[in-house]
Each structure stands twice: as structure tokens, then as C-alpha cells.
DNA sequence: CGGCCCATGTAAATCGTTACATGATTTA
DNA sequence: TAAATCATGTAACGATTTACATGGGCCG
């Protein structure tokens, strides 16, 4: 049982979900391809942590829905409570920025343009994320409690969102640096 | 060529270093165990990126200096000006988050305690490496432009300041939503 | 005396990406 | 008509981690 297993069984433990849908929606914050979960996911049935029904469909491919079992839920809960990984990032900007000194500052100021838009189009599509989070929950957001559904999406969104600012502000501070 | 090798010329273009002082240098923004570097070193001496010295110790191993050859830096700023991917984080912790209405109350803020003191000495370790650019930089850091050797150090330390703080911003405004 | 730091390397296992394979429907 | 979306899967390759291997000096 590896990381993005237990990550598959978060997504399940409140939501029924192909292995396509959990692709997407384990990216943010687990980035893994359509070849890695569906082995996975066949594991994750062999051990009795999920269950799926098949679901003909006639306009597009049929699907696997899967859920989370007892088993799952109790297997997903222990690991909840294990000592937990500390976060990797590997970021080539970072190394580039390093010895950004090797290329002239035209280069340079372009390179942190096309991060910046990077950073912006991020942020845009966190807060757009936001407003659906917003629309599919009962509560006022502000009032969720760590009980309701969408209390997860709510703090991770928050969570992305100040990280994206923070990348901004550094962008903006080193458009000052390169003047 | 892999990122990583880019990444230990990055690294190379600054100062000659051991294999085992890059695996640590690299560390905060691509994370490598030394059974990686060493072959890719490897690799580069055979391409003619960079050339060692054997230098013998009395009182530690003998130990192999790496410098960037003429070569080395050509391959490292023709990699500057290539596209860059985006930056990829897997954050266990993220994943638990999600799903902490599974488990109760104490615990949820336990973890979230544990995970703000992670935080805490990574932004004490970076302020102390802040210090140390501080230390070995002739003019005053704001003044440093792109071409000082200090100005890669100085923007990366910014830059992990800014995030360990929107981390810690975080954890707070978690902590109110947990009482 | 046990464990950490220095320092380099290889081998095995796991994790992750890219490519191969299929095929209908929708969109530009 | 070319490309994207939905949907699942396998095979090959590359990247990364863990374990094996060695050995002196230093600290508590």
C-alpha cells in the first residue's frame, strides 16, 4: 500500500468514483496518470478496500464505479493516524533561477513573465474551484466544521490558494530585482 | 539528460563540489539520495560536463572534486532557455486533510500541531541559511543583481520564506477552524 | 560503545511517465 | 478532418528509494 493508494481511498470516502474521475481529481495535490491508478485500483479490490459496479453506457466507453468498502474505511482510517511524509516539490524553474546570472536579462525577465502567467492562470482556476465548492455546499463556507463533506476541498483550496500568492508576490519581488 | 543533471551543473556553475556536497545543496529544491547523483556524475564526466580531481584525506575518505568543464556550461545555459516544466509537489498530508472528518477532533488537531512545528523549523533553518547569504555576500543583499554570485541563494531563500509563511498562514487559520 | 558524519559506489525494488492499443462522440 | 473527451487497460522505460557494502573519526 503505497501513498496514492491510501490518496485513492480519500477521494472514495466521500464520493462513488471511476478510476478516471479519480485521475483528475487526485491531481492537485497527488499528480498521477491514468496507468498508475487502474493497476492500483485493481489491487485495492483484490484486498477487499473497494468494491465497483460496472455501468454500461451507450454515447460513451462503459465504466467502473468504484467505493469504499468497511475494510477500506478502516484501512484508511490506521493510516490517518500514521506518522505522515513530509511534502516533495522538484521544481526545474528553482534550479534555473539558481544560475539565472548565465543568460542575459532580456531572457531572464521573459522566463519569469511566462511563470508569472503560469502562476496567475493557476490562481484563477483555484479560485473559479472556489465558487463551486461554494455553490455545492449547504453551509456558508466560513461556518463548515471538520464533519461536513466539503470542509476537505474548502481548506485544500484555501491551502493552494495562499501558496499561489505566495509564488506571485516572489514573482513580482523578482520583476523588481531584474529592472 | 535528466533535470537532475541539469541541476548538478546548476550547481557546478557556482563552485567545484563533491558528490556528496551536491546531493546536499540540492536537496531543498530537488530532493536526491547519493545512489542517485553519483552515476549521474558519472554520466556527465563520460559526456564532458564537468572533470574531478581525486583529493586524498587522513582523517575522512578520499573525495572527488567536480568542476563544470567549458563544455558543461553550454549544455547548462542551452537548458536555461528551453521550455520549463511545471513545478510537481506530492503532499501526503494534503491527502489527509481531505478526508480528517474520519477521525476525531484531538487527533485532527494534533496532526495539524505536529505539521505547524514542521513548518516552524524549516522557516528557522531557512532564516538561518538567510543568514549565512547575509554573511558571505560582499554588498547588501537588496543590492545584488542578476550577475552576483550570491544572487541565485538570495532569490531561492526568498522565495522558500515566502512559502514555509503561506504554510504557516495556513496551519493557523486551520487551527481556528478546529476549536 | 552506539550512533552520526564523512565519502563513494552498486543492486534491487518501487514509483512514475510515455507509449501502445481500442473506439465512439463531440468540438473546432 | 484533426484533435479533445470519455474510458480502460498493458508494456516498456526512466526516475527514485531502499538496501547492501566499506571504513575511519568524532561525540556523548
Chains 1, 2 share one sequence.
Not at 454500461?56 to 490517518?80: C, F, M, R
Not at 516533495?88 to 539558481?98: C, G, I, P, S
Not at 531572457?107 to 493557476?122: F, P, Q, S
Request: include cysteine; glycine fraction near 4%.
Amino acid at each position: 500500500m503505497n501513498t496514492l493508494s491510501y490518496g485513492l481511498l480519500s477521494l472514495l470516502s466521500k464520493d462513488s468514483r471511476t478510476g478516471y474521475e479519480l485521475m483528475h481529481h487526485i491531481q492537485p495535490f497527488w499528480p498521477a496518470k491514468h496507468s498508475q491508478i487502474y493497476p492500483l485500483l485493481a489491487q485495492l479490490e483484490q484486498k477487499g478496500y473497494v468494491e465497483f459496479v460496472h455501468v454500461p453506457q451507450s454515447d460513451k466507453p462503459d465504466k467502473k464505479v468504484y467505493s469504499l468498502t468497511a475494510n477500506g474505511l478502516k484501512a484508511l482510517q490506521e493510516w490517518i493516524g500514521q506518522p505522515t511524509d513530509a511534502p516533495v516539490t522538484r521544481d526545474e524553474f528553482a534550479l534555473k533561477v539558481y544560475c539565472i546570472g548565465l543568460v542575459d536579462k532580456d531572457e531572464a525577465k521573459k522566463m519569469l513573465l511566462e511563470r508569472e502567467n503560469y502562476y496567475l492562470e493557476k490562481k484563477v482556476s483555484y479560485l473559479e474551484s472556489f465558487e463551486r465548492v461554494k455553490c455545492l455546499s449547504e453551509k456558508p463556507l466560513e461556518e463548515l466544521g471538520m464533519q461536513d463533506p466539503m470542509f476537505g476541498n474548502y481548506v485544500l483550496i484555501r491551502k493552494a490558494v495562499l501558496k499561489v500568492e505566495a509564488d506571485l508576490t516572489w514573482c513580482k519581488w523578482m520583476k523588481s530585482k531584474l529592472k
